[in-house]
Each structure stands twice: as structure tokens, then as C-alpha cells.
């Protein structure tokens, strides 16, 4: 947004009329600054604003919207120190999961979009089934704007990863990124437009409108064409009500839960990095995180062992440089509250604690260790519900048909694992778990891949992000029927003749019937009653 200014230094006294985000640095406490929020009114000209330029963005062509892209990715690649400082200050994660969990699968979707997006983008001729003297069409036309409101665990891949799919299929985008990472937002913004403006392109082809839920709520209620909410399934319901009003279509990547089942033939070294990964990587603060860890009786003794050892030693710190600690702070201190309250449900109703379980407060405000639970038992909430913290929670299977079932037993169905030396039987299982990607000898790498679709089934949401699912969901597939021969016949239907619906019921015979005789037979009485009807 225009009007949307950043005070780097201390918060300075504002007017009261104005409302601001107090941006701070998670891990050192430190005030960043802060940011206006955006009422209502200017959320509503964002979005005319963003609809007059996508008139002219719609036009560019594929080189044009490559070339934006290619000068996003390229800004990123040749400024990486300053674009990570800028996400470590604000999210209280180490530089490594900066480089590694933002800038490079933001760099990878830009890749994959310049490589794939045009052949995925263009008209697509298709059968005219019956008519055969038409000729079938897809135009893939872009919706219009897009909103894109988002969360706070990946401040750069969040922002960018959402709004470049729907910029290349031809739409403006809104992004409302969240209020905890304000900061940053504001400054990757500066990295979009560098690229719209290299390409002369309108500013106000993409925009951020900055605030709380009620911001994001402006946002629907202003009537966008589409809505990519990537949040929590709380919040995600009320945005699914909020878009019955303009009948707006929703993608929605809401939370998980996602199960890992380590198989009795399962490498152990393996097995416990994979899970030590997908549990801990941006201090679990992925909605792909691997929070269920179910592993075969056989292993578990000693898959417990190993993992808590390495959980045990993991270093943890106030994130000053790269290189220097292996997790950082939680970004967000309302996530941390739920974090502590889920953990010590669980212990005060008998887990057992094998790493971490209390919050390091000699580290700072949003310091949670690596925490592995084990005992668990129905009545913990931490069970159920999504942490979106440090905490693995192990659980020991009989058997596999036991651990398939412990994995399906859950609202949230993302992302999911199985970790087995046996292909087939890791493809056996694959099949068996309700989610909407299965890892086979990995964790959360499902993402990665921009050839596979992104999304989740049952409380983790509906649409999908990546892939060709992903672009074209931000088109309309419009459909053109045009003709095939340089004739025109009039379609005449009026007025019904006596034979008209004989015809047309021997016709539907020759079209549909299965077998050759009966379809003979058809064309006869089509031919018959054609005959007749010239000679009435
Ligand atoms: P959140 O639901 O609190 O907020 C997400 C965004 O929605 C923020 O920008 C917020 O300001 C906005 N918002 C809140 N209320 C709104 C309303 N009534 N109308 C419109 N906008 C509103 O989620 P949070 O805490 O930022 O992120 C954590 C959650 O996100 C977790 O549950 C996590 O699983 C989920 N998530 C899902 C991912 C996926 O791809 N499936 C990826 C990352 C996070
Ligand atoms: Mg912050």
C-alpha cells in the first residue's frame, strides 16, 4: 500500500486515530519499528486499484511475466545476506532456514513457473465429442484479483510464493501478510516492485495491505476474485464464511498434523534424522511438520535413544550470524503461549519427557526447546491438537496395520511419511493414509517438488498451491466452441416436425448403443425416417 509507512527506529508516538503494528525482533526483544495499518477504506482502493492494473497485466506476455520473476529471484540470489537478516530479525529463526526453507523454494517456484508456466497457461484444443462439426477449446483467463492472506512461520516464502503463481496466470495480487512479521513484509515488497518497475509494469499490480484479521476480513469483504488463506483451520472457517458473501472461491492450506510412520524394517540412522528434520526444522513452526512419529514396537526403544540424544544436543541460541546455533526463537509469542500450554497438558496427565519441555527463559521471551514426548495418552489435548512448535510426540505401533490406523486417526490430513527399507510396502502404506501428499523415506519434501500439487484433505483445507492444479487455479477455464468447417448450417430446431422425435430417438441409439449391430440397425431407421420425412 501507498500509504503504508514503516518507522525503522523506535515506535514513535502516533496519532490516535491510526493504528499500528509494533513490529519486534522475536529473539532479542529488540522494536523494529512499526507499521500502519490499513483501514477498511484503504483496502477497498487496493483492490480498484489492483483491478485497473490487472486489466493491463492481463495483456503482457509470457516473456514479459517470465522476465518480472526472473528479477525477483535474481534480486533474492544477489542480496541472500540482506534478505536473511531481514527474515531472522523477524521471525527469530536461524540464517540456514532462512537460505534454505525461504529463499531457495522461492528461487525453485520461480524456476519452475519460467520453465512450465506458459505450456500450462495457454489455449488448449480439445475433442467436440458429438459435435462433430465444432471444434473444442480452453482459454485459461485470469480471474482477476487475487488476495493471498497469510501466516507468519516462512516471512519471505509466504509472501512470495503465494502471489507468484497468481501473478503469472495474469492477475493483480493482494497479499495481507500477518502482523507478526509486518516488518519484513514491508520489505520484500520493495523486492517485488524493483521487478514490476524494471518491466514498467504498475505498482499496483501487487500489493500489501497491512493489519490483523479485521485487515484480512476487509480484504473479502472488498470482493476479490479469489482467496488463498494459508492459516490456521480456526481462523480458515471464518474466512469460508466470509466468502459466501461475493460466492469468492477459496483455496484454503489450513494446519496438520502429519503422522511419520517408522517401519520395523526402517533404517534407524535414517529413521531418526528424517524425523529429527521434520519435527525440527524452524523449530517445528511448519505446517508440514512431522508432529506424530509412530514407530513399530521392534525399533522403538532404540529409536527413542537416538533421537532424544540428538535432541538433547541440539544448540539453541539467539541467532546472531550463520553458523552459530541449530534453532532460534519462535516468531510468534501468542504460538509460544499454546506451545507451553499444550506441552505441560501432557505432562501434568503423565507423559514422559525424553528432551526439552519447559521454555528457556535464560534465552529470551520465545525460546521453546526441542522437546520429545513419549506415553501419551487420548486425553492429552497436545494428541489432537496441532502444536506448530518443537515437540515430537512418539508413539509405539503393534503392527503396521496398528500404525496405519494411529495415523489416520486425525482431523488434519496435510502432509504424511513412512520411512521403510521396502519400497513396495512403503508404497502399500502410501496408499493407506488419508493425506494429501505422502513422503516415502523423507520428510515434508512433498513441497519441494513444484511438479506435484500442494494441499490437504480433511481439516487441512481444500485447492492446492503447486504444480499445473496450482497455476490453473487461478484461471477460469473458459470454454470456446467454434466451428470446424467453413459452413454455416443453421441450427434449425423450430417448428417441431411429426418426425422429429423418432429421428432424434434412432439417433440416440446410433450415438450410444454399445454394439456394432445395434448401431446398424439405428443408422437404418435414421436413414428410414429421414427418407420419409422429405417425402411428407
Ligand atoms: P492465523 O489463522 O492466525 O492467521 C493467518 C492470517 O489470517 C494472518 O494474516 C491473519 O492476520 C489473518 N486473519 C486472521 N483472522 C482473519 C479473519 N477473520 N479474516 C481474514 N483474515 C484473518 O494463522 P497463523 O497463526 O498466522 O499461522 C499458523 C497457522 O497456519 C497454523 O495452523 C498452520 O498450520 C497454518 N499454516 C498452514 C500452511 C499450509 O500450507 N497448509 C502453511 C503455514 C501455516
Ligand atoms: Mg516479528
Known amino acids: 500500500m501507498e500509504n503504508t509507512v514503516i518507522s525503522e527506529a523506535a515506535p514513535q508516538n502516533t496519532q490516535a486515530s491510526v493504528e499500528v503494528i509494533e513490529c519486534t525482533n522475536p529473539a532479542t526483544g529488540d522494536s523494529l519499528g512499526t507499521v500502519v495499518v490499513d483501514t477498511s477504506a484503504d483496502v477497498q482502493q487496493a483492490v480498484e486499484r489492483a483491478r485497473a492494473a490487472q486489466k493491463v497485466w492481463a495483456k503482457s506476455s509470457f516473456k514479459k511475466r517470465k522476465a518480472v520473476l526472473s528479477?525477483?529471484?535474481?534480486?533474492?540470489?544477489?542480496?541472500?545476506?540482506?534478505?536473511?537478516?531481514?527474515?531472522?530479525?523477524?521471525?527469530?529463526?536461524?540464517?540456514?532456514?532462512?537460505l534454505l526453507g525461504e529463499i531457495m523454494p522461492t528461487c525453485n517456484k520461480i524456476a519452475w513457473l519460467i520453465k512450465h508456466s506458459e505450456k500450462h497457461l495457454k489455449p488448449e484444443n480439445v475433442g467436440s465429442g458429438i459435435l462433430m462439426h465444432k471444434k473444442g477449446r480452453i482459454d485459461y483467463v485470469p480471474l482477476g484479483v487475487v488476495a493471498c492472506i497469510i501466516p507468519w512461520n516462512y516471512p519471505l516464502q509466504n509472501i512470495i510464493s503465494s502471489l507468484v503463481a497468481p501473478l503469472m496466470a495474469g492477475n493483480s495480487v493482494i497479499l495481507k501478510p500477518s502482523e507478526q512479521v509486518a516488518f519484513s513484509s514491508q520489505q520484500f515488497l520493495k523486492v517485488i516492485h524493483q521487478a514490476l518497475a524494471k518491466e514498467g509494469i504498475s505498482l499496483d499490480t501487487v500489493q500489501i495491505v497491512q493489519g490483523f484479521g479485521p485487515t484480512g476480513a476487509a480484504l473479502i469483504d472488498a470482493r476479490v476474485d479469489k482467496i488463498l488463506f494459508i492459516g490456521s483451520v480456526e481462523n480458515g472457517r471464518r474466512i469460508i464464511e466470509a466468502s459466501a458473501k461475493h460466492i469468492t472461491p477459496v483455496v484454503m492450506e489450513l494446519g496438520g498434523k502429519d503422522p511419520m510412520i517408522v517401519c520395523e524394517d526402517a533404517h534407524l540412522e535414517k529413521a531418526v534424522h528424517s524425523a529429527i528434520g521434520g519435527c525440527f526444522i524452524n523449530l517445528g513452526q511448519n505446517c508440514v511438520a512431522s508432529e506424530r512419529i509412530i514407530v513399530h514396537k521392534n525399533q522403538y526403544e532404540d529409536f527413542c535413544r537416538e533421537v532424544s540424544s540428538i535432541a538433547n544436543s541440539?544448540?539453541?541460541?539467539?541467532?546472531?550470524?550463520?553458523?552459530?546455533?541449530?534453532?532460534?526463537?519462535?516468531?510468534?509469542?501468542?504460538?509460544?503461549?499454546?506451545?507451553?500450554?499444550?506441552?505441560?497438558?501432557?505432562?501434568?496427565?503423565?507423559?514422559?519427557?525424553?528432551?526439552?519441555?519447559?521454555?528457556?527463559?535464560?534465552?529470551?521471551?520465545?525460546?521453546?526447546?526441542?522437546?520429545?514426548?513419549?506415553?501419551?495418552?487420548?486425553?492429552?489435548?497436545?494428541?489432537?491438537?496441532?502444536?506448530?512448535?518443537?515437540?515430537?510426540?512418539?508413539?509405539?505401533?503393534?503392527?503396521?496395520?496398528?500404525?496405519?490406523?494411529?495415523?489416520?486417526?486425525?482431523?488434519?490430513?496435510?502432509?504424511?511419511?513412512?520411512?521403510?527399507?521396502?519400497?513396495?510396502?512403503?508404497?502399500?502404506?502410501?496408499?493407506?493414509?488419508?493425506?494429501?501428499?505422502?513422503?516415502?523415506?523423507?520428510?515434508?519434501?512433498?513441497?519441494?517438488?513444484?511438479?506435484?500439487?500442494?494441499?490437504?484433505?480433511?481439516y487441512s483445507g481444500y485447492g492446492v498451491m503447486n504444480g499445473r492444479e496450482g497455476l490453473r487455479a487461478y484461471t477460469t477455464p473458459k470454454a470456446i466452441l467454434a466451428d470446424r468447417f467453413p459452413l454455416e448450417i443453421p441450427p434449425k430446431l423450430f417448428p417441431v416436425k411429426p418426425l422429429d422425435y423418432e429421428k432424434s430417438k434412432a439417433s440416440l441409439q446410433l450415438l450410444f448403443k454399445r454394439s456394432m449391430k445395434d448401431k446398424i440397425k439405428a443408422l437404418l431407421k435414421v436413414i428410414g425416417i429421414s427418407i420419409k420425412a422429405i417425402f411428407k
Request: hydrophobic share 40%; net charge negative; with cysteine.
Open 71 to 98: 528479477h525477483i529471484s535474481e534480486y533474492l540470489l544477489d542480496h541472500t545476506d540482506e534478505i536473511c537478516s531481514q527474515i531472522v530479525a523477524d521471525a527469530g529463526k536461524t540464517f540456514e532456514n532462512a
Open 314 to 458: 541440539m544448540r539453541q541460541q539467539v541467532p546472531s550470524g550463520p553458523g552459530v546455533t541449530d534453532v532460534g526463537s519462535l516468531t510468534s509469542p501468542h504460538q509460544i503461549a499454546i506451545v507451553e500450554q499444550l506441552v505441560n497438558d501432557a505432562i501434568a496427565k503423565g507423559a514422559n519427557v525424553l528432551a526439552g519441555g519447559k521454555r528457556r527463559t535464560d534465552l529470551g521471551q520465545n525460546f521453546f526447546p526441542p522437546t520429545i514426548l513419549t506415553d501419551l495418552t487420548d486425553d492429552m489435548d497436545i494428541v489432537s491438537t496441532e502444536v506448530f512448535g518443537p515437540v515430537m510426540l512418539i508413539f509405539k505401533a503393534d503392527s503396521e496395520a496398528d500404525a496405519i490406523r494411529m495415523a489416520n486417526d486425525s482431523n488434519l490430513g496435510l502432509q504424511s511419511s513412512v520411512i521403510t527399507h521396502d519400497r513396495q510396502r512403503g508404497e502399500t502404506i502410501a496408499k493407506q493414509i488419508e493425506s494429501g501428499a505422502v513422503c516415502i523415506n523423507d520428510f515434508g519434501l512433498c513441497y519441494v517438488n513444484q511438479d506435484l500439487p500442494f494441499g490437504g484433505t480433511k
